[in-house]
């Protein structure tokens, strides 16, 4: 099954749709698996050869699962760079992915949910992401994709290591579970440092918004595990859903805290950021990023009412640069994109109000 990128530009992924349980804190569950496949080496050591004959023997078992076949395969080195970053901005594939070279490729299903990306750090990395904080049904899906997966393929497995992966990190299970908050009342207040001291203790770790490596843009921060070795994937899976409720409870806290004692200065803080989005005539990706976070927690907190949730997610994606080109529908430069993304916030924002008036 092919897919249109044009399609899906405009059109709300899995993880902005602002659903699911605690979906005002948690944007989204995922879980990750990473699988070799036994007779090819690792990708570090592939030749070109052996990079396309790996995308091919996914591929056709691929086509073998009936309850795969609806998933859109793409060739990502066949994609331009605004596609492939297209991509990374919805969370498909990641930036690894994006960067790497050679023959790869990934597999979605039609609601974003699943992605299969083949020949990025390992042949196989399979992920399944759900909207708010939802990881049981997460591992149902992806243990049930990766059993029939496994039906056809051979993995590379130890009997006592368990699943080989290219990076040692990974070995064991193969499995990052990763839960993404958006935590600013609790980085307005200075109490983050402390909380991540504490998962990191629990060997936690603590994120930016694309993984690995990416800043904390926008007070999200994506949780999850460090060790995949010597654990099965049920305990990994409910060491990080134990956990995140505690900092949701944190956050909700910190946000009475300051409804209760600075409740004029947080309205101002976050009026005057809706108001900085709704008039810029140009702005950067990332101040949009803490802008949007404002205005986020401000309809949370019922203090914006002609915007969802889910408006929020959608503009943090539609945002971002290759996003905007898309919906541009043309290649743009720094200053042509941060112009293009002031005229997007004003005319969203303003059809939002608009619609709230009517709807009055």
């Not at 759900?130 to 497995?157: C, H, M, P, R």
Request: proline share 3%; aromatic share 6%; charged share 25%.
């Amino acid at each position: 099954m092919n897919v249109d990128l044009n399609e899906l530009t405009g059109r709300a992924g899995e993880w902005m749709k602002g659903a699911g349980p605690q979906s005002d804190i948690v944007i989204s569950s995922r879980i990750r698996l990473a699988r070799n496949i036994a007779e090819f080496p690792f990708i570090r050591r592939c030749t070109t050869p052996d990079r396309a004959a790996i995308d091919k023997a996914v591929r056709d078992r691929l086509a073998e699962v009936p309850q795969l076949t609806d998933l859109a395969y793409m060739r990502v080195d066949e994609l331009s760079d605004v596609d492939r970053h297209f991509l990374a901005e919805r969370q498909l594939i990641s930036r690894e992915l994006v960067e790497a070279e050679g023959a790869r490729s990934v597999a979605i299903d039609p609601n974003e949910r699943l992605s299969l990306m083949i020949n990025e750090e390992d042949h196989l990395r399979i992920q399944v992401m759900k909207s708010g904080f939802d990881l049981v049904a997460a591992w149902e899906q992806i243990n049930e994709v990766d059993d029939l997966l496994e039906s056809k393929l051979t993995y590379a497995f130890h009997d006592k290591l368990g699943y080989l992966t290219a990076c040692p990190t990974n070995v064991g299970t193969g499995m990052r579970v990763s839960v993404m908050l958006h935590l600013p009342a609790l980085v307005i207040t200075q109490q983050i440092e402390k909380v991540f001291r504490s998962l990191q203790k629990i060997n936690l770790a603590v994120r930016g918004l694309y993984g690995e490596g990416s800043q904390a843009m926008g007070d999200f921060y994506q949780i999850s595990n460090q060790i995949t070795l010597g654990r099965s994937e049920i305990e990994l899976r409910d060491q990080v859903h134990d956990v995140v409720p505690m900092i949701i409870d944190y956050e909700r806290r910190a946000r009475d805290f300051l409804l209760k004692q600075n409740q004029q200065d947080l309205h101002d803080k976050i009026s005057r950021a809706y108001g900085i989005l709704r008039t810029a005539q140009t702005i950067s990706s990332e101040e949009t990023m803490h802008l949007l976070s404002s205005v986020r927690m401000g309809v949370n907190l019922g203090l914006i009412d002609d915007l969802l949730i889910a408006d929020i997610n959608k503009l943090f994606v539609d945002t971002q640069p290759a996003h905007l080109q898309k919906l541009r529908g043309g290649p743009l430069d720094t200053a042509g994109r941060n112009s293009e993304r002031a005229l997007y916030l004003r005319r969203y924002l303003s059809q939002k109000e608009k619609d709230g008036a009517d709807q009055n």
